[in-house]
């Protein structure tokens, strides 16, 4: 695992962002998937969304098939959602099962991923159900956050992440017994990185987003500074008399915590716990969610008022800029271009794009 921070420039000359063929070619997206995708750390679900064994809850990472389950330990388990006889996918969406059984030939399977049962094995000379397993894969739960590693060898997320847990738990030092609320997505036609550059800089904030800068967050008390594979954002809240919402005032703070490359997690005035999180399904097809937690997951007020606020004005903002930047990077009058790289930081910076870009550099070039 290696990892640059530091801006590597000594010259005069500007730092040039990613290439655009980086955005566009289905054969990068494809080394992506192999190399970033299958050997980080991936946010599936609330742990709250399988609270009670027999829970499950299928779901992508880029064209895998997988599924969360909560055994009869209590254990989470993932497992690559495939039948082990002739490959048909085993489940579908979320629900409760005591055992998983396949839709095609009924191969029963327990929910420790074991095949109990499968009719006729008896009669067929050397089957061995003992044998057969579904393909599990690792999990972690980072602050009621469950998270999935395609790759055995990979790091623990503490060794990823740095101290982000206990940042978290500094912002809302009872973060692990938030559950969602309210959730909701937009499909986007454009590149991950895309999605995720634009969701990290705030260099346009003050530009595209007046809602966010005029009734959230005080655009001049914003920075954004990598720390390991995180992305740390940080502020204050607008003096509440110009809030868009009536938080609590006994925290203005503005805390995020971007986790690469699917998740960040961000306290709004008010100890109001949000996240951003993306799916990816190809080069330049993109789903980003936008979920809301409150403690024990009640339905708040004030938090429903800034959600809805939210979807209809930062979430919605974002959409038109990254599907042009897409359009932009196959326009044959395109080169990449340089960065806004401020030594002292502050929102009107693109630092957090240049580690964004540096990361997608080591892990397609470093072996
Ligand atoms: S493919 Fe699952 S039982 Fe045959
Ligand atoms: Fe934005």
């Not at 006889?85 to 399977?109: F, M, S």
């Not at 969602?180 to 904030?205: F, G, I, Q, T």
Request: hydrophobic content about 35%; aromatic content about 12%; glycine content about 8%.
């Amino acid at each position: 695992m290696t990892k640059s921070n530091s801006i590597a420039s000594d010259s005069d000359e500007p730092v040039i962002g990613l290439a655009p063929h980086y955005y566009t070619d289905p054969g990068i997206y494809e080394q992506e998937k192999q190399r970033i995708f299958f050997r980080t750390w991936q946010y599936v679900c609330h742990r709250s969304q399988v609270a009670n064994a027999g829970d499950y809850f299928v779901f992508d990472i880029a064209d895998q098939s997988l599924f969360i389950v909560r055994d009869r330990e209590q254990r989470l388990q993932c497992f690559y959602n495939v039948c082990r006889h002739r490959g048909h996918a085993l489940l579908e969406g979320t629900g409760n099962r005591n055992n998983i059984v396949c839709p095609y030939h009924a191969w029963r399977y327990g929910l420790n991923g074991q095949l109990e049962y499968a009719r006729n094995s008896d009669n067929s000379p050397g089957f061995d159900a003992g044998k057969i397993c579904l393909s599990g894969v690792r999990v972690e739960v980072f602050c009621g956050f469950v998270f999935v590693n395609l790759d055995a060898e990979a790091e623990p997320m503490e060794h990823w992440f740095g101290d982000a847990a206990d940042g978290l738990h500094k912002a809302v030092p009872d973060i692990d017994n938030y559950a969602p609320v309210w959730e909701h997505s937009l499909d986007e036609r454009c590149n991950w990185k895309v999605a995720l550059e634009n969701y990290n800089e705030c260099y346009h904030c003050r530009h595209v987003h007046r809602a966010l800068t005029h009734g959230v967050i005080a655009p001049e008390s914003i920075d954004i500074q990598p720390q390991a594979y995180t992305l740390r954002h940080t502020g204050h809240g607008v003096a509440a008399d110009n809030a868009c919402y009536g938080f609590d005032e006994s925290t203005d703070q503005y805390r995020v915590f971007f986790l690469w490359p699917n998740i960040s997690i961000q306290v709004y005035p008010g100890r109001i716990v949000n996240t951003y999180w993306w799916r990816y399904h190809g080069v330049d097809r993109t789903t980003v969610y936008r979920g809301w937690l409150t403690p024990g997951g009640r339905e708040d007020a004030t938090t429903m008022q800034i959600a809805e606020i939210d979807r209809d004005t930062t979430f919605t903002e974002d959409l038109s800029v990254v599907e042009s930047v897409q359009r932009g990077l196959g326009n044959r009058g395109y080169t990449a271009g340089p960065l806004i790289l401020d030594p002292r930081g502050g929102i009107d910076n693109e630092i957090s794009t240049y580690s964004l870009q540096q990361w997608v550099r080591e892990a397609l070039h470093n072996d």
